[in-house]
């Protein structure tokens, strides 16, 4: 197996975070977004979408969304579990992880592609034709990824994670969106003291280097 990776990006530091967790290592490839690599014809032969993360199989199969690489690393090494072991629990954090997703990682994504100057006709992530930036799309991440920072405030009250009792992918995609967050000029302030606890806790983690 191999993962086509890039180190600053966000979602493939999900992946990177799950496996650490997992205590499992893939090799690695670098490709740099920001200047086009995976725009690459070399790239699309292996990911016609252009995007990271990737993980290309032994039998030449390749998967290019991270919860689903994620879910396949669970499937191949199930402990410790990290999408939930009952039915409830899964459940759960599945319902949390999709809210850090939807409401959080798009959001600030949003945020980000819409005015850095790289993306400025890249307005959608990977292959494709010339998408301009819409400074208004940037603005409503703004507006959206701020409402939902002060829903995890509320959510973290009295919690040390995000879904069940325990760390899961719901914990690592808040993570991962919350660093990224802080690209776009959003941060845990005064008012988020749930937040900034939480985030201190989760980088205490030694996975969160990865
Ligand atoms: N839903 C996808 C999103 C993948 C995605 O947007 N990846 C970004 C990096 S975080 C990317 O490949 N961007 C390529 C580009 O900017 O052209 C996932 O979770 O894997």
Request: proline share 7%.
């Amino acid at each position: 197996m191999k993962l086509y990776d890039m180190r600053q990006a966000p979602n493939p530091r999900r992946v990177r975070i799950f496996l650490a967790e997992k205590g499992v290592e893939i090799q690695r490839e670098e490709v740099d977004i920001v200047s086009g690599a995976n725009l690459n014809p070399g790239y699309l032969a292996i990911n016609p979408r252009g995007v990271v993360p990737t993980l290309m199989l032994d039998d030449g199969q390749m998967l290019d969304e991270s919860i689903a690489i994620c879910r396949y690393i669970e499937g191949l090494h199930p402990e410790p579990n990290l999408f939930g072991a009952s039915p409830w629990e899964a459940a759960d954090v599945e319902r949390w992880q999709r809210r850090m997703e939807f409401d959080g990682l798009f959001n600030v994504a949003a945020a980000f592609r819409n005015t850095a100057p790289a993306y400025a006709e890249r307005g959608a992530p990977g292959a494709g034709p010339p998408t301009p930036a819409i400074p208004a799309m940037a603005e409503r991440g703004q507006l959206l990824a701020r409402q939902w920072l002060d829903r995890l405030e509320e959510r973290l009250e009295g919690r040390d994670h995000i879904a069940s009792d325990r760390f899961t992918i719901a914990d690592i995609t808040a993570f991962v969106c919350l660093d990224f967050a802080k690209w776009v000029g959003i941060r845990a302030g005064d008012q988020h003291p749930n937040v900034a606890a939480y985030h201190a806790r989760i980088k205490a983690r030694a996975s969160s280097a990865a």
